[in-house]
């Protein structure tokens, strides 16, 4: 669950099948407190730190190293997308389809964090972990109840 700010401010555990709209959540801070018991400290990925280096590239002018950055992420991690897409748009050297995008992207995602500018194919650590809580804490819950009936 995100709040307008695009953070995480709760994670979805579980809804009911029968009832639209009637779903569970678990604060991100019991998330926490729940990895902080665990010993457990979500970082950022190093295919995170890269593409973020390659998109800051991207947005200089001329686009400095961003090619030759993003082919590497697309050599290095065939399996995620988007460095696949601006490896083909950079070769392609239309400024004019490069400034259109580019546009497009900013409208898009000027209102979001970079945090939330992430390839969409790939899983960061931390939303593992998160999912990983959530489940434990399902599973918890449906204890507690079947224990209670």
């Known amino acids: 669950m995100l709040n307008e700010h695009g953070e995480v401010v709760g994670l979805a555990t579980f809804g009911e099948k029968n009832s639209q709209g009637l779903n569970f959540a678990v604060s991100i801070d019991l998330a926490r407190q729940f990895l902080e018991q665990a010993h457990v ?31 590497e992420l697309k050599d290095s991690h065939p399996e995620v997308s988007a460095p696949n897409e601006y490896v083909a ?8 389809k490069t400034s259109e995008i580019r546009e497009t992207r900013e409208k898009d995602e000027s ?9 969409a194919g790939r899983i960061s650590m931390p939303v593992v972990i998160l999912v990983a809580v959530g489940f434990f804490l399902v599973v918890v819950v449906l204890i507690v109840i079947a224990v209670n009936r």
Request: net charge positive; charged share 40%.
């Open 41 to 71: 400290r979500p970082r950022e990925s190093d295919f995170t730190k890269s593409f973020d280096l390659a998109l800051a590239q991207y947005e200089r002018p001329g686009h400095g190293h961003a090619l030759r950055m993003f082919r």
């Open 111 to 119: 209102s979001r964090p970079i945090e939330s500018r992430r390839p």
């Open 89 to 96: 748009e950079l070769s392609k050297g239309d400024d004019r």
